[in-house]
Nanobody
Framework: QVQLVESGGGLVQAGGSLRLSCAASGRTFSSSAVGWFRQAPGKEREFVAAINWSGGNTRYADSVKGRFTISRDAAKNTVSLQMNSLKPEDTAVYYC??????????????????WGQGTQVTVSS
């Protein structure tokens, strides 16, 4: 069993930055994929970014490419999402998720086994 806890959300003005962190307990992230998803009010949960823990390969949604960076810290067993040049449309609850399969398509949320409780990100205009 894996427990995930997100932190780092908050309120920021457009153009600002936030750094989200996802900490795992119960098991390490080794040999897995870790993804970030977000859900805005009235919308479906959507893929934001993912990383292959062992190889470091990454993938991003087109809407965040060039602005967000996902990274991993093996020593701390955490995955971070650095968010720069934030826009009001980035406002959402952000969720961390993980799964044992490190190689298949990162996008479908149904492929992830474990989820955190989410952290709110609000970007004001």
């Amino acid at each position: 069993q894996v427990q995930l806890v997100e932190s780092g959300g908050g309120l920021v003005q457009a153009g600002g930055s936030l750094r989200l962190s996802c900490a795992a307990s119960g098991r390490t992230f080794s040999s897995s994929a870790v993804g970030w998803f977000r859900q805005a009010p009235g919308k479906e949960r959507e893929f934001v970014a993912a990383i292959n823990w062992s190889g470091g390969n990454t993938r991003y949604a087109d809407s965040v490419k060039g602005r967000f960076t996902i990274s991993r810290d093996a020593a701390k067993n955490t995955v971070s999402l650095q968010m720069n040049s934030l826009k009001p449309e980035d406002t959402a609850v952000y969720y961390c998720a993980t799964r044992p399969d490190a190689n298949s398509d990162y996008v479908p949320r149904t492929t992830y086994s474990y989820w955190g409780q989410g952290t709110q990100v609000t970007v004001s205009s």
